[in-house]
C-alpha cells in the first residue's frame, strides 16, 4: 500500500488533510520481471555461445569449433575433445 498526501486545508474549525491509498497489483510481477531481465542479459553478455560441429564418415572424423566474443577457455576445451575423440577413435581400431 502507498499513501499519499493529496490536500491539506486550513479553515476555522481547524486542519483538514485529505490522503490517498493506493494498492497496487502489479508491482510484484513487474518487479518478478525486472530481475528476470536482468539475470537475462547476466547470462547472455557473459557467457558466449559457442559451436562444435562432428563430422563422420568411412575414412575418419571431422571436428570444427566456432566461438563468438570472448569464450577465454575455448582452445582449451576444444582440444580436450579432440583428445577424447582421438581414443574413442583409436579404441575402435583394437576392437
Known amino acids: ?7 491539506y486545508a486550513g479553515s476555522e474549525e481547524g486542519y483538514r488533510v485529505t ?13 518478478i520481471a525486472g530481475f528476470l531481465l536482468l539475470i537475462g542479459l547476466t547470462v547472455s553478455l557473459n557467457f558466449p555461445p559457442v559451436r ?9 572424423i571431422l571436428l570444427t569449433g566456432r566461438c563468438e566474443r570472448r569464450a577465454w577457455e575455448f ?13 574413442y577413435v583409436n579404441s575402435w ?3
Open 1 to 7: 500500500l502507498h499513501i499519499y498526501l493529496t490536500g
Open 19 to 31: 490522503l490517498l491509498v493506493v494498492h497496487d497489483p502489479g508491482y510484484g510481477p513487474v518487479l
Open 52 to 60: 562444435v560441429q562432428v563430422q563422420g564418415d568411412a575414412e575418419g
Open 75 to 87: 582452445e582449451r576445451e576444444f582440444s580436450a575433445i579432440v583428445g577424447e575423440a582421438q581414443q
Open 93 to 95: 581400431g583394437r576392437g
